[in-house]
């Protein structure tokens, strides 16, 4: 490689890194009108690409290490859905489904191709055994789920439920059949292109294959306990874990050349199958199922971005524009097969009607590993693969736009989505609830009732026997479930702070997650056991041990911040403002008429805080932490909300 391939590659790199983070950013407007991330990403993927804006080159083998190292991890994070204990109760339908989309779809693929082939026009003047070979691959590719798609949307989602569960361990069963019929059709349609006979032992050389790959992804697994076990960084760890997932791909490219120079026969390694066996048996048979989960949870966004956004840069549209129709035809006759072979599926399965309905939504997106055996197929079977890849890929990509939307109304129709709430609307009103009832819940309503705070206490009978209410006025409720929050007028709250035992602390955060989206959540325990299940909701937790230790750290380091960020200073408050003015969007600090004596703390944007400085610019709904007098602060509040 001369120094101008050099430069070239790093072009290329630059380039794509600039439009995975302008994606990232420009796909969350999907998100308004009610699309999936993913197909935001691939929508700017296609306009960044080599045919609308032009900026990257149609050949993309300079990224084709990115696809491998998301691959890689896409299969890790597949087996780590597979924690057996959590699908034991779905292994019967996840098999019935499994088998019954995968028999079904690939037998009637092979017939209706058979009937209509002579309708393409390149496949005319092919032999009967090429025309088979065409057949045989379509079919398997016709199989493909697509993982990547099916993990990103029940994370964005936070699914969880029966269909999800099927759905997840069906994706992942499906795509193990796939690696398994894949090799035996690429072996089957090599002989019959070549002319070459078919030797019984063949079948033994692929099943060895097969064999092989999960032997070396439970070595893998059996490494990747080692390096749990060893202290480091967590950056360190997640480096090293996408490394292993390409280096599963560099070993099977490695393997295939050095057994076909000095062996005399390929063995193919499937990089797919040992990142899935490697996970699973860290899931299953290790005790670092957490640090797995953990990892998975902290890199899968990233991943997903870059993998999507280079599907859609991928997309050739002179290819689509060519054989659009046929591609169309392709598409139509998968929606087809799906549906049916998944009703079969839920009916043997014996799944509810309304289920059964929509089984077949989840299953249409295709994405990864369909597109990279589709790679394979055109690099060795010369003779059709520049057409089959054009016509598969534009498959591949009508199936990735319509999938996502598919299996998110499916997931919300069986009521398994779990995605914040967006019903929450700033009303101009400080409203406050606190949920549950001590002696401390009190003493802050009126706390806060003097600051001008709206303030309600919802409270059981329980609590008020156990209590005394001192008068206070109360929110009485047999339970706390949705009716009663709602009744409750929790739609409207700016603050929730709940007060109860960490297993109802956290059932009524998933609720107001869910059904309210309110903003700023705070729950106070005495003991917690797990704190990152309330942070990926977004909830504050005081813990008063570790609050008073922290409390007391940032007296000794600065005591008269502490002390006018704690309100201990008559003359001066703090508080956070959102911009809703209009007028404002766009503003820098220093172009406000603001009061001179405020001080303005922190800017937080989409979860992002910064410290400001005369030239920042306001956006809506930026949130502006500000110390100042009472007076003072009613100015600014008056200044950026009306």
């Not at 997840?168 to 349609?189: A, E, H, P, R, Y």
């Not at 704690?566 to 003359?571: A, S, V």
Request: proline share 2%.
């Amino acid at each position: 490689m001369d120094w101008n391939q050099i430069l070239l590659w790093g072009r290329v790199v630059a380039a794509f890194t600039i439009i995975v983070i302008a994606s990232n950013q420009l796909a969350q407007m999907f998100k308004k009108i009610k699309l999936p991330l993913i197909t935001g990403f691939i929508v700017i993927g296609v306009i960044a690409g080599p045919y609308v804006l032009k900026m990257l080159p149609k050949d993309l083998g300079h990224l084709s290490f990115i696809n491998e190292i998301a691959l890689g991890f896409i299969a890790f994070a597949a087996g780590a859905e597979m924690y057996l204990k959590e699908i034991k109760s779905r292994t019967k339908p996840i098999i019935i489904m499994t088998v019954s989309q995968t028999v079904i779809t690939f037998i009637i693929t092979c017939i209706v191709l058979f009937l209509f082939i002579n309708n393409i026009p390149f496949v005319e003047s092919f032999s009967d055994k090429v025309m088979w070979s065409f057949i045989l691959f379509t079919a398997t590719i016709f199989i493909a789920p697509s993982i990547a798609t099916t993990i990103s949307m029940t994370s964005e989602l936070r699914a969880n439920g029966p269909f999800t569960k099927t759905t997840i361990g069906v994706s992942v069963f499906k795509d193990i059949l796939l690696i398994i019929i894949f090799s035996v059709v690429f072996s089957l349609s090599d002989m019959l292109v070549s002319g070459a006979k078919m030797h019984w032992y063949e079948i033994f050389v692929v099943l060895f294959d097969l064999l092989l790959s999960i032997g070396i992804g439970i070595l893998y697994g059996m490494i990747y306990k080692i390096v749990f076990k060893i202290k480091k960084a967590f950056e360190i760890e997640i480096i090293l874990f996408l490394l292993a997932g390409w280096s599963t791909f560099i070993l099977s490219h490695l393997v295939k050349y050095l057994s076909t120079k000095y062996i005399g026969f390929t063995i193919h390694l499937e990089a797919i199958l040992i990142g899935i066996t490697a996970s699973f048996y860290l899931v299953n048979y290790s005790n670092f199922r957490l640090n797995v989960e953990r990892l998975v949870e902290k890199v899968e966004t990233s991943v997903y971005v870059a993998f999507f956004t280079l599907v859609g840069v991928s997309l050739s549209l002179s290819a689509l524009a060519k054989y659009w129709l046929i591609a169309l035809a392709f598409f139509a006759l998968r929606l087809v097969v799906t549906f049916i072979s998944s009703a079969v599926g839920s009916l043997i399965s014996k799944e509810s009607p309304k289920e059964a309905l929509v089984s077949w939504m989840p299953h249409i997106a295709q994405a990864g590993i369909s597109l990279g055996l589709i790679t394979i197929i055109a690099e060795n079977f010369s003779i059709f693969g520049q057409e089959f890849a054009a016509i598969l890929i534009a498959v591949i990509i009508l199936n990735q736009f319509i999938g996502p939307p598919l299996m998110k109304f499916a997931i919300n129709l069986l009521g398994e989505s779990h995605a914040k709430s967006n019903d929450y609307q700033f009303d101009y009103q400080k409203d406050v609830f606190i949920i549950g009832l001590i002696d401390k819940s009190i003493f802050l309503a009126n706390l806060l009732k003097e600051q001008n705070y709206n303030v309600k206490i919802l409270t059981t009978k329980k609590e008020i026997a156990e209590n005394d209410k001192n008068g206070t006025d109360l929110l009485q409720y047999d339970e706390f479930n949705l009716e009663s929050l709602t009744d409750a007028g929790l739609k409207t709250a700016d603050s929730i702070i709940i007060i109860k035992k960490e297993a109802e602390a956290y059932r009524l955060c998933e609720l107001i997650y869910e059904h309210f989206g309110t903003p700023n959540v705070i729950v106070k325990l005495n003991k917690i056991d797990d704190i990152n299940k309330f942070k990926k909701l977004g909830v504050i937790v005081v813990e008063p041990v570790s609050a008073m230790v922290n409390l007391l750290e940032h007296f000794v380091k600065s005591p008269n911040a502490t002390s006018m960020l704690l309100g201990m200073q008559n003359t001066q408050d703090t508080v956070d403002i959102e911009v809703l003015n209009k007028d404002i969007h766009g503003s820098t600090l220093r172009d406000l008429k603001l009061p001179l004596e405020i001080l303005i703390i922190s800017i937080t944007r989409k979860g992002q805080v910064m410290l400001p400085h005369g030239y920042s610019r306001l956006r809506l709904n930026d949130i502006v932490t500000i110390v100042g007098t009472e007076e003072q602060l009613e100015k600014v509040v008056t200044k950026l909300q009306y």
